[in-house]
């Protein structure tokens, strides 16, 4: 009896525990079942609950606590909190708390998640993608752009500027298009045909001149500007990051002091500024810059203020002592980019982006924006090289025949097919769903740094799968490769707007532990205003959190109490993971927060592990929310399976990473018995959906045609398109192996010449042999054609890449 009453009280305070029920109810449960055990059974067990409900009638009832406890942990918390700088603290309050926010919960609410459906694009908006776009990318051509001319050609500028491609966030009243952010992510996805034509486009609708100022501009910079850049009169760049503030923008060392001095012939106050950046995107060919400094006013012509901070300009390109022009060679990829000096530089003040006013909030002005352009440009242009690889890699491996059979048949490359389709579907998810929450309303300042560094990761893995699996195909640079000049230029986007390594060790967990969580931030708001009142709202409910997030983590991970989660069939079960892990990471990051405290900013390891588990939840979350609202088509649950499985075997790979690696071992022990009693239970995707996939992506299917909708699949551009060719060869596909099979069981019985290797021998022999009619020969020949052409790579003259050709040594004349 006594052990059935142990049972009954702990799983009482377990249910407690998952609902939060507070400290009422957990004594409620000890006392009555303390007594029930005192009449029954032992009077050892009663004795325990008693103690335990006086304890938890101390410590959790407010009467008690704020008597005694409260203050002594009030005055603990004050002395081992990490300081929030200014810097660190705008950082922390730009942008919007949704999703991400929910998973620090431990409960997701999936109703939040599901309550903004994506509806799509406009008519307008998908009008533009179709043609426009479609017209843009069909005017690159790779080879051209990346080493004849180390630019886009002329007529494709001009195209651009005027269809208005760098006024999509222009909105209409100042002559841009006033596109939703799904539609930018849209026309970025289809123009990543070429990085240098994606990164063209994509920077001026990004963090630059043209958001700020329709954000904090002063009506007259907008009127002036904003029509000018939409139409493409003005090319816009924004100088940020120098030799001495890469990652690290905030230590800019480049100055402005208020001064007077002399501008269109008039003395005015002015700054006057001195300034090294580098790493400009657009600089060389820009007309206005927008350039970041410190601002300062040591003789007081403003006021008292002396040291304003981060300030915001914008700068014609003629202005004197500016340097500007000069080229840097972004690996793989000539998109212009560039160095900007300026020696002496002198502004009036409404030069300042928002007049005077704003002087000394661009910092805040960065991050504001950062927030909603790191969300939707490279990710935007990672999904859609993704999908680009899938179709190349798809169609490529189908019609390459190795060992008599296509190697899209073989498993080595199947693994690789899975991984590029499962990494643009989790890609697409993430970028369509994240643009949707922007459209209404939020500023993801969190899913933003998720984006940024997971999808340019898979673009870097998806785009190495893809030259694997073609081959010499696609590591022979020429005209014909379609592939090589994106991978080769792969690690610009791992670069910039944060570097990847930052930003999965430092800002993916370390913006989110204290910006997403329910009460960290309360806690040092607390803190900062001395308020031990708000502070004991505040901690017992994070503490009551913590006790919840075990609860739910060690009873979920048992397979008990499930979450109820809103998706039926298959999905409900990784939907109900997603909950279960959401629960475990709530748990690791206040064991990581309360243990380390401000050395957690320092172990970036940990920071990591932690970032890697909500990152994969939330990528997870996209994933199902896409699944959600769309019309699968064949094949896509399967897709959908492997998705999920991949990305909840990397939570929990994180997850057991974070608890080995743990200081406090004693915690890491107990964490573990809590969120894995039964070990690790999510391996990676089974075999049968890596083959499934692969022979999807590899055929003409519904699923191949649904993961590159998106992108340029026309054959009706200026330069030619290697999908379009592709589809082509794969709607024939099946007669065609057919005949394969057909022709190769004639030759290995005798009925052909052995001398026929070729395959056009071959089937001319089948024909006089009877095996093939003379529909089917001619049929063959015309497919054969069109499959060595896309298999052909380049070749050029021995002398081709030296650019000075008196150096060249022609070796096999000098013997």
Known sequence: MTLILLLIAIAGLLVVMRQEGGAKQAITVMVVVGLASLIFASGMLALILFIGAAITAAAGLPGFRQSWLTPRVFALFKKVAPKVSDTERTALEAGTVGWDGQLFTGRPDWHNLLINRNTGLTAEEQAFVDTQCATAAGMCNAWDIAFERADLPPELWEFLKQEKFFGMIIPKEYGGLGFSAKAQSAVLQKLSVNETLMVTVGVPNSLGPGELLVKYGTEEQKQHYLPRLADGREIPCFGLTGPRAGSDATALPDTGIVCRGEFDGKEV???????????????????????????????????????????????????????????????????????????????????????????????????ECLSVGRSITLPSGAAGTAAYALATAGGYTRIRRQFNAPVAEMEGVQEALARIAAHTYIAQAAVNQTANMVDHGEQPAVPSAILKYHLTEMQRRVLTDAMDVHGGKTVTLGPRNYLGVSYSGSAVSITVEGANIMTRSLMIFGQGAIRCHPYVLKELAAKENDDIHAFDEAFFGHAGLVFGNAARAFTQALGLGMADVPFGGVAGRYARAVARFSAAFGLCADAAMTTLGAELKMRELISARLGDMLSNLYLSSMVLKNWYEAEPVGKECELMEYSLALLLHRVEVALDGFLQNLPNRPLAWALRAITLPLGRRWPEPHDDLTRVLAGAISTDTPLRAKLTAGIWTDDNGAVDNPIARYNELLSDYEHAESLYRKVAKAYAQGELPMDALHPEQRFAAAQQAQVFSAEEAEFMARYEEKVLNMLTVDDFAFDAFAHNKDTVVHHASDR
């Open 269 to 367: 106050l002015g700054l006057r500024l001195n300034f090294e950046k580098r790493w400009i995107t657009l600089a060389p060919v820009a007309t206005v810059v927008g350039l970041a400094f410190r601002m300062f006013d040591p003789d007081g012509l403003l006021g008292d203020t002396k040291d304003y901070g981060i300030t915001c300009a914008l700068i014609p390109r003629d202005t004197d002592g500016m340097e500007i022009g000069r080229r840097h060679c972004p690996v793989g990829s000539p998109f212009m980019n560039g160095p900007i000096v300026g020696k002496d530089v002198f502004i009036p003040l409404d030069f300042i982006i928002g007049g005077q006013e704003m002087a000394g909030q661009g910092w805040r002005m960065l991050v």
